[in-house]
Every structure is written in structure tokens, then in C-alpha cells.
């Protein structure tokens, strides 16, 4: 797996399609759906949190936030509709619930809503069924269904009445329907007659009454499920008001299909206030409520023109589609049809003024159509991009912010920013545009003659670019603007183009199924790769660019090197769209038509191995990596360019080789630095006169703020006189109080003494009692001491007599095991005799041994020094073999996969195996604690030990004199090595001979290569002079056409002449070639014989090196046994010694036990003279 994965950071642009598309998480937060995942974007901070969808989803198709606004339900396409519930308190937007209908096929779920306790949620289908589903989410329980409506009248909204859990409402084209859930059973409590009124939106005002949008401009009332009145928005010429009056009217029967010619009405929210709604395309209206029948229009909010936009577009022409409200109503937010985000302040401050109101970006002006065009650049944090909005948009993907933007006449196809960041390259539908970023404008200065240019790209250095016009490549250089070549070869279209990093390269592929690598410099192609079955769609240089990256209509991911295929990863399924390769070379992404990145990593693996993140839900059709290797950016059919930050499996930033340097310079006309200055003096000559003016007005104000503290100061004097007297009052009446409190404490007092007394008189009673309780319970303390005293003194007399009975037992085991020890010393005095003989009879086998693998050793060095030839003739056949182990290599790689499946399962295991061990080790622990007690017995031996060692010393010097009779056998096992040493010396020069020959094979390989490029080059010429022939007889057929007509036969003669006598002289050289091609053939010839020669004499020399090999690995196979034995037998050897110490000291225990004897002190030196 690679180790290198994209993780989404930012997105810019909205989802289109999606209903309910826009809703307030909080005051600062709202979430709209962008690329295949919804997007919580925090509007003060400027980040964003992704909540991805399911896997295999076809995309999202409706939105519902609940009341509460913790949890967001998300309807996704597919083979089977689901519904997914999303908590939004969760850090990563936890997935609560995934609603699925049972059987019943539904493909869609057009519109959802959440009931006002956020317990229910009901869920419109589509065609054919178009099913309402009023679902216990929490449960994924329905609890009932119904069908609303035919294909002919869809469904456009449902809700829930905010009053009432179980009543709901769902409205469309001819349908307007209240539901009220009961006896589990949805049942519909209304039943208007509106065949002909085209249902947009609706709201809920109170708990009875509903208002419905059409697409007439109508506002009809609905009331316990009957439209009853219509709302008509009259201006009243009432003398002093200028605001506009809703009157509310009697629906009448006959005018039901009546109505005024007005905008559509596409979006209804309800606030405290009253309600708001679309009146227009770009506009919405504040309606508040004065009466119970009588409403006010306080506000109208419109989107602003936009300052560099199109005239066949305007911003103010957008239809608004949804509408939300943040929880405190104070910034109301709007999605349009175009994709773009706009919000407004509803703050009283904000609504007081009396100027227009206009809608602001929520965060960026975004694409509104698809985008064709992405180009990055190394000096600053800039991404262009193009789209068939006409327009071209500079983002700064380190801010997140939009800085420049233009649109256009024409459609834009593709684009490429200059290395600096200061000038761009834009191809349009009629022409290729340079033009420079300024500092508030995109102008352009330079026009080329390239229609339709749909890929462009600047070199590294920024002094030439490559425009793609069909299946041709024009470069240009940027200095002197002249076209500098034309790259012609592709059958196709040209899908790709890429600059090599010294821009002597350049690689392109097309849907021809052809991958070229052209030489910029020449114009000819060094490489080419053609695949008529795939048409490529992208192209790459790798890290190091030395080979080629491609992916196309063949579902695999290819790396090429000179006209070659070195790997293929398969795609799974899933076409490969764009391809981008990492600076660092650790990674390679690639984009897929589900939408899908994939980091592969490089080199690339053989299995299918790579990581895929959800990106978009249309075929990426571009990707670029920074040059700091820190940011991915996409972009797809759906109009969204995501902002990947591209991290390691520890989630930290790759750390990039290169030091990119972001620069801050921009452009600026000589022309707009004037009018700067102009509007600087102005401004300063605007605030001198402001400065005099407020002068001026300061000194008045302080002469009136001076006379109104003459009157403010008296009126305080008088003020504080009034509150001295008052003090004054307060001050006896406080006297009074304070004598009052003395008089209750003194009573207070003499009561609590009273009650002193009495608590101590009470309290001495009790502890005379208590006294007399503790001196009896003395008593029978000291009672208690005495009796343990007496059991003590009988537990020790029976203790002694207990003692003195082991003793006994002990001293006459000690006697028994005495005479055992005596006739151990006798077995072991006949043992030690044996032993001697065996040895010496040991010692004279192992020379006669040693003397015979001499005359054995020496007669294989002769043989093996003959077999070495013979080994030199296999070194060829080991060649061959060397190909097919290669093949057995790539089987067993994948059986190590394989194994590494089991591997896995064996780490299971292992991990059930750690847990017993760690079982075990307590049970451990638990005997330690008993060997313990053991240990402290072992102690009490350990003592008797060190009196045995001093008797060790005389067994070791014996020992030393066996050690140094061992010596010379050792000696000749070392000689016997360094001889097996040599002959391993003499094999590794035997194999730098055949280095040296696999050396020249290979020279005259590339000898053999050299001279066919030649071979090809002379068929090349031959095929022009036939051409040339050819075109030769057809002008001198055209002049026997002129035979009777003498000047024209004449001037055609001459014209004949001009062109062909120059290459005559090529003729007459060819007859030199062709000598030089018979010298040529016979020096090949040759080549080739001496070439077959070296062949055979590597296969022979190979042959008799593998004979030798197999002998000395035989010879080393039957010496390394023998030595095995050897010291296998000393070890034998040592072990009987290290015996008959033991023996040796379990006789001498009885010898000190017993001193006085006199026949034990004679034999102790026996011992030692058997030793």
C-alpha cells in the first residue's frame, strides 16, 4: 500500500442538481453539498470539514437539516436509494443511521424533511412509484407510506407542519396535499381542486395556515388544507407612505387559473417576523406581519451586478433556489442556479438604513459551469483555472481566497500560468491569448492564430509554451513570439502535453492511441509508444524523468521507457481519467470516472495496490501537484476544484527537497499608478478642507457643550444639598435602630447562660457513666493477658520435645549414608583406570585419521584444479538459466503475497498465543514465591560448595595436561581450513573471468544495434530515390503531353532539370554506398562468426566451472561433517571428566568427616596420580 495518501482540505464551488442545497449549522457555519461529500464551511475561520458519502453511491440528491440542527439526512442514488443521517456535533460528521427500503426498487429520493421534535422523517420518491415514506429514523423502522402523486404532476417540497409532529404537506405540479399520520396509516385530510396551478415551494405560517409558491408569481394561503385567499402585492398611493401593502382577497373559483404575469416564485421561509421569498429573478422580499390578514413588505434584497462580469450573462438574472435562515435570524443565505453562495446581514442596524440592499459572497464567487482548464506556478501559491462560463479565476490555495477574476465573449477551453505567476495563457474558441495578471485585471497584450486550443503549458523556465491545435503542437517562445516549431505526428487529437524539467523534452499523447517524446530543440521524437486499441487521456514525466507515466481508455496506468512497457497497473473496473506524479517520486495519483483519487505507490507495485479517497462525483478531468509536494488540486465535469492536502500515514506534511521561495510582486500599468496618484492628491486636498471643516464645527460644539455644563453643574448643586439633607435623616434613624439591637442582645445573653448551665449539669452525669464502664471493661483486659501467657509457656515445652526427636532421626540417617560414599570411592578408583585406556587408544585412532585426510585432501586438489576448465563452459548454460529462474522469481512473488495473506492470519494467532503466555507467566510468578523458600535451603549447601572447590584446583590442573595432548589435533583441523579457503579464493577469480566475458558479449551487442539504426537509415534512402523516380516518370509523362508545342516542352525540360539534377549526384553515390554496404555485410560476417566463437568457449568454460563448483561443495559437505564428529566426541569427552570430578568430590566428604583414621589419609592422594 503506499505510504503517501491525499486527505481533503478545501473545496470551491457548489453541487448542482441537489435540493435543499444550503443550511446553517450554527451562527458561523453552513453545509452545502460540493463534490461527492457534504461540506460544513466555517465563514469566519475559512476552513472546512468533510462529511463523505457511501462508497458506491451515483451522488446526492436532496438535502434536510432537523430543528435542532444536529443531524443532517443526505439522500444518495444508485442501484438502491438510502437515505444516510449524519451527526454534526461529531468531529467527522459520524454516520448516525442509513435508511434503505425494503423491496420496493426505489432509484431516488427527490425531497426529505425532518418533523420539529427531529424523532420522524418523511422522504419523497420518484418515478414511477412516487411513494411518501414517513420513517422512526432512529429505529430505521416505516411506519407508513403512501402514494402522493402520477409522472404526470411530481412532487417539488414536503414538510412538516412546525406545530404538529404528525401532519405533513406535500406540494407539486397539480398537487397540494395535507397528511395526518394516525392509526399507522398516512391519510390525506385535504382535497382542493388544483389540476392547473404549478406548486414551487411552500411554508408553514402557523399551525393551520400554509403559503404556496407557483410558477405564475402567485402567493395563495392554504387554511386547514383549503386555498382560501391569494396574497397580491399592490403599491397603495396613500399621501405620506411610500411602502408597499399586501392585501389578502377571496380565491374565487372561476379565476382560479387567472393570475398576474410575474416572475416565478422558487423559494418560501418562514421567521418570526413573517416570511420571506423569492420576487424575481436575483431578488427576495421581507414580508412582515401587522394584522391577522394584513401584511408588510419591509425589505428587498438584490444580487449585485458583478464588477468584471459578462453582459449575456448578468449575476442579476440568477434564480434563487434555496433559502436558509442562521439560528438567531440574523444572516439569511441563498443558493442560485448558478452555483453561487451569496449571504445578508438582518440585523436591525443593517435593515434601519434606508439604502438597498444587495447580497454578498458567502465565501468566493465559484465556476458555474464545468471547468476545462488548471495550471499552477512555482513563484507564488496561484491556481488558474478556465471554465465554459466564460470566465478565468485565480485562486491563492494557501489564503483560500479568490484573487482575480474576468470573464469573457468567447468560451474558454484551457489554460497555463507562467512559471513568475505574473502572465497567463488562455486559448479560446476563436484564439490564443498571452495576458498579464495586474494588479486588479486580466488584460491581454498578445493574440496567436490557434483556434480552439484545448491544451497549453509554459516551460520550466517560462521562455517557451506548447499550444495544442487538433493533432498538432505549436511552440512558441515568449520573447519574440514566433512560432518556433510544429510538432506534427498524432493521428488524433492531443489529449496531454508536458514539459520535461530542462525543457529539451517534451511528451504528449492523443486519443490515436500514440504516446511521443519530442525533442524541442530538433522536432523530431526521440521515443514513441502507439496502442491503437487505447486512447490516452493524460500523460507524466516521472520523478526523475527518465520514464513516462500514461493512462487511457484501456482501465490501466502504463510506464513507459523508449518505446517500451516496463509495468502495467490495472485499473479494477474504473477508467483512469488524469495522472499526477509526486516531486519527491514516492507516489503517483491518478483520477478515475467515478470520481475517485488513487495514490499508487512509486515504483509502481505489481498487485493491485493503491489507497482511493472520494473526491468528485464526475470524471476528474485534471490534477497538479504543487512544487512543494504539500497540496493536491482536482477538478471535474461538476464544476468544483478540491484542495487536497497530501500527507504521510502518521498525517504529517511530505517534507519536499526543493526551497520554494513565494514571491509578492505583481503588475501594475503606468496608467493606473497615475490615477492613483491623482485620486491621492485629491484625497488629500478632500481631507484638509475636512480637517478645517471639522475645525470649525468642534469649536461651536464646544461652545454649546460648555453652556450645557453651566446648566447641568447647578442643577447637581441643588441635588446634592437635597441628598445632604436626606443623610442627615438616615443618619438619626440608624441611632435609633442601633440602641434598639443592644437592648434584644442583652436579652439574648442572659437566655443562652441559662441554657449553658443546663447543658453541663447533663453532660456530667453522662460521663460519670461512662467512667464506670471503661474501669470494667480493664478488668477484663487484664483477665484475657493472663490466660495467653499460660498457653505460651506449654506451646514452647512442647516445642523442645518435638526438636530433640528430629535430631535423632537425622544423626542415624547421616551414618547410612556415610557407608554409601564408602563404596562409591572404590566404583570410582575403577573407573578412572578405564578412562585412561580409552583415551590414550582415542588418541592414537584420531592421528592415523588425520593422516589419511592429507593423502585424501591432496589428491582432490589435483582433480579439482582440472575440473575448474570444464566449470567455464557451464558459465553460459547458468545464463540461460539465470532467464527462466527470472520467470520463477515472478511465480513466487506471487505465492509470497499469498503467504503474506497467511501471515497475517498467523498474527492472530501469535496475538491469542501472546495472551496465554501472559497466563502462563502469572502462574510463574505464583511458583517463584514457593521456590523462594527453597532457595534459602540451597543457600545453607552453596556453603558446603565453597569447601568443595578448593579440591576443584587439583582436578583442573589435570584437566590442562589433556587439554595441551588435544592441541595438535586441533592445529592440523585449522591447517585443513585455510587449504578449503584458498580453493573458495581461486573460485571467485574464476567467476571475474566470467564477468569480463558477459562485458564483451554485451559491447558487441550494442555494436550489432548500432549498425541496424544504420541498416534502417540506408533503407530510408533507398525507398526517397524510389520516390523520386516515381515523380520523375510523371513529369516526364506530363512533357510528352507537350511534344508538338516546343517553348512548353522547353520550360518543362528546364523544370525537370532544376529539380532533378541535384539529386543525380545522389545517385552516383549510392554506387559508392553500395561498396561501402559490402565492406559493411563482410565486416558484419565476420563479427558474427567471431561472436558464435566467444559463445561456445563461454558455454564450455561455464560447463567445467560447474563441475569444479560441485565438487569442492561435496568435499566441504564431507569435511564439515567430520569436524562435527570431532567435536562432538571432545565434547563426550569433557562431559565424562566433568563426571568424575563430581564422583571425585562426593569421596572426599567422607574423608574430612572422619580425620583421626589413618588408612583414609593414605588413600587421598590416589586420586590425583589416576587423574
Known amino acids: 500500500m503506499a505510504s503517501v495518501v491525499s486527505q481533503s482540505h478545501f473545496i470551491f464551488g457548489l453541487r448542482p442538481g441537489v435540493t435543499n442545497n444550503l443550511h446553517f449549522v450554527d451562527e458561523q457555519t453552513v453545509v452545502f453539498p460540493s463534490g461527492s461529500s457534504c461540506v460544513c464551511h466555517n465563514i469566519v475561520q475559512r476552513c472546512q470539514r468533510f462529511i463523505s458519502g457511501s462508497e458506491r453511491s451515483q451522488g446526492m440528491g436532496a438535502l434536510a437539516i432537523s430543528a435542532n440542527r444536529r443531524y443532517l439526512a443526505a439522500s444518495e442514488c444508485g442501484e438502491k436509494a438510502t437515505i444516510t443521517v449524519f451527526d454534526?456535533?461529531?468531529?467527522?460528521?459520524?454516520?448516525?443511521?442509513?435508511?434503505?427500503?425494503?423491496?420496493?426498487?426505489?432509484?431516488?429520493?427527490?425531497?426529505?424533511?425532518?418533523?420539529?421534535?427531529?424523532?420522524?422523517?418523511?422522504?419523497?420518491?420518484?418515478?414511477?412509484?412516487?411513494?411518501?415514506?414517513?420513517?422512526?429514523?432512529?429505529?430505521?423502522?416505516?411506519?407508513?407510506?403512501?402514494?402522493?402523486?402520477?409522472?404526470?404532476?411530481?412532487?417539488?417540497?414536503?414538510?412538516?407542519?412546525?406545530?404538529?409532529?404528525?401532519?405533513?404537506?406535500?406540494?407539486?405540479?397539480?398537487?397540494?396535499?395535507?397528511?395526518?399520520?394516525?392509526?399507522?396509516?398516512?391519510?390525506?385530510?385535504?382535497?382542493?381542486?388544483?389540476?392547473?396551478?404549478?406548486?414551487?415551494?411552500?411554508?408553514?405560517?402557523?399551525?393551520?395556515?400554509?403559503?404556496?409558491?407557483?410558477?405564475?408569481?402567485?402567493?395563495?394561503?392554504?387554511?386547514?388544507?383549503?386555498?382560501?385567499?391569494?396574497?397580491?402585492?399592490?403599491?397603495?398611493?396613500?399621501q405620506g407612505q411610500t411602502e408597499r401593502q399586501v392585501e389578502v382577497k377571496r380565491i374565487k373559483e372561476s379565476d382560479g387559473n387567472e393570475g398576474p404575469a410575474v416572475s416565478r416564485i422558487t423559494a418560501i421561509l418562514s421567521y418570526s417576523k413573517g416570511f420571506v421569498c423569492t420576487t424575481g429573478p436575483g431578488t427576495v422580499s421581507l414580508f412582515e406581519k401587522t394584522e391577522e390578514?394584513?401584511?408588510?413588505?419591509?425589505?428587498?434584497?438584490?444580487?449585485?451586478?458583478?464588477?468584471?462580469?459578462?453582459?449575456?450573462?448578468?449575476?442579476?438574472?440568477?434564480?434563487?433556489?434555496?433559502?436558509?435562515?442562521?439560528?438567531?435570524?440574523?444572516?439569511?443565505?441563498?443558493?442560485?442556479?448558478?452555483?453561487?453562495?451569496?449571504?445578508?446581514?438582518?440585523?436591525?442596524?443593517?435593515?434601519?438604513?434606508?439604502?438597498?440592499?444587495?447580497?454578498?459572497?458567502?465565501?468566493?464567487?465559484?465556476?458555474?459551469?464545468?471547468?476545462?482548464?488548471?495550471?499552477?506556478?512555482?513563484?507564488?501559491?496561484?491556481?488558474?483555472?478556465?471554465?465554459?462560463?466564460?470566465?478565468?479565476?485565480?485562486?491563492?490555495?494557501?489564503?483560500?481566497?479568490?484573487?482575480?477574476?474576468?470573464?469573457?465573449?468567447?468560451?474558454?477551453?484551457?489554460?497555463?500560468?507562467?512559471?513568475?505567476?505574473?502572465?497567463?495563457?488562455?486559448?479560446?474558441?476563436?484564439?490564443?491569448?498571452?495576458?498579464?495578471?495586474?494588479?486588479?485585471?486580466?488584460?491581454?497584450?498578445?493574440?496567436?492564430?490557434?483556434?480552439?486550443?484545448?491544451?497549453?503549458?509554459?516551460?520550466?523556465?517560462?521562455?517557451?509554451?506548447?499550444?495544442?491545435?487538433?493533432?498538432?503542437?505549436?511552440?512558441?517562445?515568449?520573447?519574440?513570439?514566433?512560432?518556433?516549431?510544429?510538432?506534427?505526428g498524432h493521428n488524433g487529437k492531443v489529449r496531454a502535453i508536458e514539459w520535461s524539467l530542462d525543457d529539451r523534452r517534451l511528451v504528449s499523447c492523443g486519443m490515436d492511441g500514440a504516446v511521443y517524446e519530442w525533442n524541442t530543440q530538433s522536432g523530431k521524437r526521440e521515443s514513441e509508444s502507439v496502442l491503437k486499441s487505447c486512447g490516452y487521456t493524460d500523460v507524466a514525466f516521472s520523478a526523475d524523468y527518465k520514464t513516462v507515466l500514461a493512462v487511457g481508455t484501456d482501465l490501466t496506468l502504463k510506464e513507459l521507457q523508449h518505446c517500451e512497457v516496463l509495468r502495467e497497473v490495472p485499473a479494477d473496473q474504473v477508467a483512469y481519467t488524469a495522472l499526477a506524479v509526486s516531486h519527491s517520486g514516492r507516489v503517483v495519483f491518478t483520477g478515475t470516472s467515478s470520481g475517485t483519487i488513487r495514490a499508487i505507490k512509486y515504483p509502481l507495485p505489481i498487485q493491485k495496490e493503491w489507497i482511493t479517497q472520494q473526491a468528485h462525483c464526475g470524471p476528474i478531468t485534471k490534477m497538479v501537484i504543487t512544487y512543494d509536494d504539500q497540496f493536491l488540486l482536482t477538478m471535474s465535469e461538476e464544476r468544483c476544484l478540491l484542495i487536497s492536502k497530501i500527507i504521510d500515514k502518521e498525517g504529517r506534511g511530505l517534507k519536499s527537497n526543493r526551497q520554494i521561495v513565494h514571491t509578492e510582486e505583481i503588475l501594475v500599468t503606468k496608467a493606473d499608478l497615475e490615477e492613483k496618484a491623482q485620486n491621492m492628491l485629491e484625497l488629500k486636498m478632500r481631507l484638509e478642507e475636512l480637517q478645517m471643516e471639522n475645525e470649525y464645527q468642534l469649536r461651536l460644539k464646544d461652545m454649546s457643550y460648555n453652556e450645557k455644563l453651566k446648566e447641568l453643574s447647578e442643577k447637581f448643586t441643588q441635588e446634592v444639598e437635597?441628598?445632604?439633607?436626606?443623610?442627615?435623616?438616615?443618619?438619626?434613624?440608624?441611632?435609633?435602630?442601633?440602641?434598639?439591637?443592644?437592648?434584644?442582645?442583652?436579652?439574648v445573653a442572659v437566655e443562652h447562660l441559662k441554657e449553658l448551665k443546663d447543658l453541663e449539669h447533663s453532660y456530667s452525669q453522662k460521663l460519670i457513666v461512662e467512667h464506670e464502664k471503661y474501669q470494667d471493661l480493664h478488668q477484663k483486659h487484664q483477665a484475657m493477658l493472663e490466660d495467653y501467657e499460660k498457653r505460651l509457656k506449654s506451646a514452647e515445652e512442647s516445642r523442645t520435645q518435638a526438636l530433640e526427636e528430629l535430631t535423632q532421626l537425622y544423626e542415624d540417617k547421616l551414618q547410612e549414608k556415610t557407608q554409601l560414599l564408602a563404596q562409591c570411592q572404590e566404583d570410582s578408583q575403577q573407573k578412572i583406570l578405564e578412562l585412561e585406556e580409552i583415551i590414550k587408544q582415542m588418541e592414537e585412532d584420531e592421528e592415523r585419521r588425520i593422516h589419511a585426510l592429507q593423502i585424501k585432501y591432496e589428491k582432490k586438489l589435483h582433480s579439482e584444479k582440472e575440473t575448474n576448465t570444464s566449470l567455464k563452459g557451464h558459465n553460459t548454460?547458468?545464463?540461460?538459466?539465470?532467464?527462466?529462474?527470472?520467470?520463477?522469481?515472478?511465480?513466487?512473488?506471487?505465492?509470497?503475497?499469498?503467504?503474506?495473506?497467511?501471515?497475517?492470519?498467523?498474527?492472530?494467532?501469535?496475538?491469542?498465543?501472546?495472551?496465554?503466555?501472559?497466563?502462563?507467566?502469572?502462574?510463574?510468578?505464583?511458583?517463584?514465591?514457593?521456590?523462594?523458600?527453597?532457595?534459602?535451603?540451597?543457600?545453607?549447601?552453596?556453603?558446603?560448595?565453597?569447601?568443595?572447590?578448593?579440591?576443584?584446583?587439583?582436578?583442573?590442573?589435570?584437566?590442562?595436561?589433556?587439554?595441551?595432548?588435544?592441541?595438535?589435533?586441533?592445529?592440523?583441523?585449522?591447517?585443513?581450513?585455510?587449504?578449503i579457503h584458498q580453493l573458495e579464493e581461486e573460485l571467485v577469480q574464476i567467476d571475474k573471468s566470467n564477468t569480463q566475458l558477459k562485458l564483451t558479449v554485451s559491447d558487441l551487442r550494442l555494436k550489432l544495434r548500432i549498425r541496424d539504426k544504420e541498416m534502417h537509415r540506408e533503407m530510408q534512402r533507398v525507398k526517397n530515390?524510389?520516390?523520386?523516380?516515381?515523380?520523375?516518370?510523371?513529369?516526364?509523362?506530363?512533357?510528352?503531353?507537350?511534344?508538338?508545342?516546343?517553348?512548353?516542352?522547353?520550360?518543362?525540360?528546364q523544370l525537370i532539370y532544376a529539380r532533378y539534377v541535384s539529386n543525380t549526384d545522389g545517385v552516383e553515390k549510392s554506387s559508392v554506398d553500395d561498396d561501402i554496404q559490402r565492406v559493411f555485410r563482410y565486416q558484419r560476417d565476420h563479427l558474427e562468426k567471431t561472436v558464435n566463437s566467444l559463445k561456445m568457449k563461454l558455454a564450455k568454460s561455464a560447463e567445467e566451472h560447474e563441475k569444479v563448483y560441485v565438487k569442492i561443495m561435496k568435499e566441504n559437505v564431507t569435511l564439515i561433517t567430520e569436524i562435527n564428529e570431532l567435536r562432538k566426541e571432545l565434547r563426550l569427552v569433557r562431559t565424562q571428566a566433568k563426571d568424575y570430578k563430581a564422583q571425585l568430590v562426593i569421596l572426599k566428604k567422607p574423608n574430612k568427616s572422619r580425620p583421626n583414621s589413618e588408612e583414609e589419609a593414605g588413600e587421598k592422594p590416589k586420586p590425583e596420580q589416576v587423574s
Open 88 to 238: 454534526l456535533q461529531h468531529e467527522q460528521g459520524r454516520r448516525r443511521k442509513v435508511l434503505t427500503v425494503g423491496d420496493t426498487p426505489v432509484q431516488e429520493f427527490l425531497c426529505m424533511a425532518f418533523s420539529p421534535d427531529s424523532k420522524y422523517l418523511i422522504s419523497q420518491t420518484g418515478a414511477p412509484e412516487w411513494i411518501l415514506i414517513f420513517w422512526l429514523w432512529e429505529k430505521n423502522k416505516v411506519l407508513a407510506t403512501v402514494k402522493t402523486t402520477t409522472s404526470t404532476n411530481p412532487i417539488t417540497q414536503v414538510s412538516f407542519n412546525p406545530y404538529n409532529n404528525l401532519q405533513l404537506c406535500a406540494s407539486g405540479a397539480g398537487v397540494f396535499k395535507l397528511f395526518r399520520y394516525s392509526e399507522g396509516a398516512l391519510k390525506q385530510s385535504s382535497f382542493a381542486k388544483v389540476e392547473s396551478i404549478n406548486f414551487l415551494c411552500h411554508a408553514w405560517i402557523s399551525d393551520e395556515r400554509v403559503i404556496a409558491g407557483t410558477d405564475t408569481g402567485r402567493l395563495l394561503v392554504s387554511e386547514s388544507g383549503d386555498l382560501r385567499r391569494e396574497i397580491k402585492m399592490t403599491s397603495k398611493a396613500v
Open 877 to 979: 548454460i547458468m545464463t540461460q538459466k539465470l532467464d527462466s529462474v527470472q520467470k520463477q522469481v515472478d511465480d513466487r512473488c506471487s505465492d509470497i503475497n499469498k503467504l503474506k495473506q497467511e501471515r497475517q492470519s498467523l498474527l492472530g494467532l501469535i496475538r491469542s498465543l501472546e495472551s496465554d503466555i501472559e497466563d502462563l507467566k502469572r502462574q510463574i510468578s505464583g511458583h517463584e514465591k514457593t521456590s523462594q523458600d527453597k532457595d534459602n535451603t540451597v543457600c545453607g549447601l552453596k556453603k558446603k560448595n565453597q569447601e568443595l572447590e578448593k579440591l576443584k584446583f587439583v582436578l583442573e590442573c589435570q584437566l590442562n595436561e589433556l587439554k595441551k595432548q588435544i592441541e595438535p589435533q586441533q592445529d592440523d583441523i585449522n591447517e585443513k581450513k585455510e587449504k
Open 293 to 488: 390578514d394584513l401584511y408588510q413588505k419591509s425589505r428587498e434584497i438584490r444580487i449585485p451586478p458583478e464588477p468584471y462580469g459578462n453582459d449575456l450573462t448578468p449575476a442579476e438574472s440568477q434564480e434563487i433556489d434555496t433559502m436558509c435562515l442562521s439560528p438567531a435570524e440574523e444572516t439569511l443565505a441563498i443558493s442560485t442556479d448558478r452555483g453561487q453562495l451569496y449571504s445578508v446581514n438582518l440585523s436591525s442596524a443593517d435593515m434601519s438604513r434606508e439604502e438597498q440592499l444587495h447580497f454578498e459572497f458567502l465565501s468566493q464567487p465559484f465556476h458555474s459551469n464545468s471547468i476545462t482548464g488548471l495550471s499552477i506556478c512555482i513563484r507564488k501559491p496561484l491556481v488558474a483555472t478556465c471554465s465554459l462560463d466564460r470566465s478565468v479565476r485565480i485562486w491563492n490555495y494557501e489564503t483560500k481566497e479568490l484573487e482575480l477574476y474576468k470573464e469573457f465573449q468567447e468560451e474558454a477551453y484551457s489554460i497555463a500560468l507562467h512559471p513568475t505567476g505574473l502572465f497567463i495563457l488562455v486559448g479560446f474558441s476563436d484564439k490564443l491569448r498571452l495576458m498579464n495578471l495586474i494588479i486588479d485585471d486580466i488584460r491581454t497584450f498578445k493574440e496567436f492564430t490557434v483556434r480552439g486550443c484545448r491544451e497549453c503549458a509554459f516551460s520550466h523556465g517560462g521562455h517557451m509554451f506548447a499550444a495544442v491545435n487538433g493533432n498538432i503542437i505549436h511552440i512558441y517562445s515568449v520573447t519574440s513570439f514566433e512560432n518556433v516549431l510544429n510538432l506534427k
Open 722 to 747: 437635597s441628598l445632604k439633607t436626606t443623610q442627615q435623616i438616615m443618619k438619626t434613624e440608624m441611632e435609633r435602630r442601633e440602641r434598639e439591637n443592644q437592648e434584644q442582645s442583652a436579652e
Open 1025 to 1053: 530515390l524510389e520516390t523520386l523516380c516515381e515523380r520523375l516518370k510523371s513529369d516526364l509523362h506530363k512533357c510528352a503531353g507537350f511534344i508538338q508545342e516546343p517553348k512548353k516542352l522547353k520550360d518543362s525540360v
